[in-house]
């Protein structure tokens, strides 16, 4: 295959902006599911329904349950080991590069949960959350540096919440998202591919935006005896990330715009106590991942669509609708302690047609433990969540393949994840 300074030049453009997607495959996309101590001790199982004031972040009518005020804090490690191995007729194009090795890490992600009552029917609740996020690291030099140098994605949230219980054991709630949202990410661009040639000390493009938007939230619980339901929404935000698309070597440098609209999010959690020590509970989740689609990065001076070559710059993602599925248990150990597990099923956003090397994902199940251990002054939330992929994730960037510009790459990946979340709560 004939590779021109044209069509590598469009390649490089066209997957650059692709680090929007993640290779922490905990959670489908870009999304970060670790919003909850609590919850994450069993898989997240009947989050909706309630639990401690951490599960508002998918229902905000769960802090109509907070008896006084409580401030909570938590810290979530993120440790992803996705290790890329270049397959097929990529070893023999990259031949002059070293294998990709391990592209994840290690992350911290903090979430923090403030609720008040304010009267027996009313509470209002505050919150800082980063609900999307991604951190990819590859070095100069990789067989994968033409699709992915690094990328830091990151989206954080202040939610202000209010709650009011409408008649007996029915509450309902909504509050807003103001949503910053942050990408910065980088590759190297194969001009040497023409001759043949890969090297280290290709040029880089990056590409970088941020934006802050609003977005809202909605939710209601209810419970008949030993049931608890619980629905809740987070709607979709349109974000305008405005930043700059650069190459140096390249004599490129330009104020762009790209349009993203991130996914709505529906949760339904059901728990049943089925004896004074002992509850089980179930949550089933739509994320509305169809709203990624293709990005187009236009130029903020113009308005127009950038192009390189004459031809348009874009981002295929294409992502499909996803459902999550958990089911968990509770046991009261003790008058102080409260044990947890749970079980999880998650879909994943991309196909065999959509799947890069920043998102060697596939469908996953999670298993997860935990406990909640109560002091004289604070309660300490610890969760544990093993997350692994149904099957290898198989990566063919060849014809059909929507971030196909001319240059192939084939690859495969087994990633896991291990996932450590820590809350203190303390009740005043």
């Not at 339901?229 to 935000?237: A, E, F, H, K, V």
């Not at 669509?305 to 609708?321: C, Q, R």
Request: charged share 20%; aromatic share 10%.
């Amino acid at each position: 295959m004939k590779y021109t300074p044209k069509k590598l030049l469009i390649y490089s453009a066209l997957t650059a902006s692709t680090v929007l997607t993640s290779t922490v495959v905990n959670a489908a996309g870009f999304a970060l599911r670790e919003q909850s101590a609590y919850g994450q001790g069993s898989s997240f199982a009947g989050v909706a329904a309630g639990g401690d004031i951490s599960t508002s972040f998918w229902n905000p009518a769960t802090i109509g349950e907070v008896e006084g005020s409580e401030i909570q804090g938590i810290l979530n490690i993120i440790n992803a080991e996705s290790e890329i191995e270049t397959t097929g007729a990529s070893n023999v194009i990259y031949r002059d590069l070293n294998e990709t090795g391990d592209v994840g890490g290690t992350t911290l992600v903090p979430n923090i949960y403030y609720a008040s009552e304010i009267n027996d029917k009313l509470a209002w609740g505050l919150s800082l959350t980063v609900p999307f996020g991604s951190s990819t690291d590859a070095d100069r030099g990789d067989r994968s540096q033409y699709v992915s140098l690094g990328a830091d994605v990151s989206a954080i949230n202040i939610s202000p919440t209010i709650s009011y219980e409408v008649v007996n054991n029915l509450t309902f709630a909504a509050g807003l998202q103001i949503q910053k949202f942050d990408v910065e990410l980088s590759r190297a661009i194969p001009v040497g591919a023409r001759f043949g040639r890969f090297s280290a000390n290709d040029p880089v493009l990056t590409i970088e935006g941020d934006d802050t938007a609003i977005g809202y939230t909605l939710g209601a619980t209810y419970k008949i005896g030993g049931t608890s339901l619980g629905l809740g929404y987070r709607s979709s935000i349109d974000h305008d990330l405005e930043g700059r698309i650069s190459a140096p070597a390249l004599g490129v440098n330009a104020s762009i715009d790209v349009e993203l609209e991130t996914p709505s999010l529906i949760t339904f959690g059901i728990k049943q106590q089925l004896s004074d020590k002992l509850s089980l509970g179930f949550t089933f989740e739509r994320a509305d991942w169809s709203t990624v689609g293709t990005l187009l990065v236009r130029s903020s001076v113009t308005g127009g669509v950038v192009t390189l070559g004459g031809n348009p710059v874009a981002v295929p993602l294409n992502y499909v609708d996803t459902n999550f599925y958990s089911i968990g248990g509770e046991y009261k150990y003790s008058s102080s302690m409260t044990l947890r597990s749970g079980l999880g099923y998650d879909e994943t956003t991309v196909s065999d047609t959509t799947r890069t090397t920043q998102l060697p994902d596939n469908d996953r199940y999670w298993l997860s433990f935990g406990l909640t251990k109560q002091f004289k002054s604070f309660d300490l939330d610890v969760g544990y969540t093993y997350v692994r992929l149904k099957e290898e994730a198989e990566i063919n960037i060849g014809p059909g393949h929507a971030s196909f510009t001319g240059l192939p790459y084939t690859g495969r990946s087994d990633p896991t994840v291990h996932i450590l979340s820590i809350g203190v709560t303390k009740r005043f």
